[in-house]
């Protein structure tokens, strides 16, 4: 089984695991003309990277480990992007979780260094804003890479659902 992510979909499976809470993040280069994605190990999805609060952290403190685990860098930056919490956001694991995720999302540029990933990517890529490939970009997160491009215009308005 791969991981599957669901937005407003009436076929999604449902929860099995109380609700999570999820620290992505944006990743942007220089100049805000190109995101940073993953393709992620789980499931053929381009993605944010991030993850999951842990009941010890904080949600500034699960971002920067998240980040430096998947990445190998720390951060340069970041600013809250949203929250983003529309009960119908459902991320369906290997190992048979099924769970509403509340995401909040960042949006920063990592500090200069060599990117090393984790294992849980297997490739990761710059993708300007008219170049992200949609039909593989996890549902859960088509929101907030839109929300993204409207901050980098100019919009710093946090988005909160």
């Known amino acids: 089984m791969t ?15 109380p609700r999570a809470m999820g620290a992505p993040i944006v990743l942007l280069d ?4 190109r995101v940073l994605l993953e393709h ?3 499931s053929d999805r381009w993605g944010l990277f991030g ?3 842990d009941d010890t952290e904080s949600v500034t403190d699960a971002l920067h480990r998240e980040v430096l685990e998947e990445t190998g860098l720390r951060l340069a930056e970041h600013h809250l ?9 459902i991320a369906a694991y290997p190992d048979g979780n ?27 890529a710059w993708f300007g804003w008219d170049e992200i490939p949609w039909d593989k970009v996890a549902a859960t997160q088509h929101l907030a890479l839109q929300r993204a ?13």
């Open 81 to 89: 992007l949203g929250i983003f919490s529309n009960p119908t956001r």
């Open 51 to 53: 993850g999951g609060v």
């Open 98 to 124: 099924v769970r509403q995720v509340v995401a909040v999302t960042f949006i920063g540029r990592l500090a200069p260094g060599e990117l090393r990933l984790s294992e849980e990517s297997r490739e990761a």
């Open 40 to 42: 992620r190990s789980d």
């Open 3 to 17: 991981a599957s992510f669901h937005v407003n979909d009436p076929n999604a499976p449902a929860p099995n695991v």
């Open 30 to 33: 220089d100049r805000g003309e």
């Open 149 to 161: 491009r409207v901050w980098v215009d100019g919009d710093r308005t946090p988005y909160v659902e």
